[in-house]
């Protein structure tokens, strides 16, 4: 059981640094491919994928990026 726990808390701080990585790597790229909006300091995720692996929409073109930057295709 403890390991488990000690597992799932490794596993939480590799993908919060991982995530601290690919934030620093968005605003490198200068933000939306589309209309070079900067990326928010603060992004609210819309979606349960961006709650995890990162990503933003753009508020003005609502261009659907990944963590890297680049631009997602609409579904
Ligand atoms: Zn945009």
Known sequence: MEFGIVAAL???TAVMAYSATARKKINDRGGC???NTPVPAV???TSLRQF???GWTGEKCG???DRQGCELTRV
């Open 33 to 35: 491919p589309e209309c």
């Open 43 to 45: 992004r609210r995720p």
């Open 63 to 65: 261009t659907e990026m």
């Open 10 to 12: 490794l596993v939480m």
């Open 52 to 54: 995890l692996w990162g």
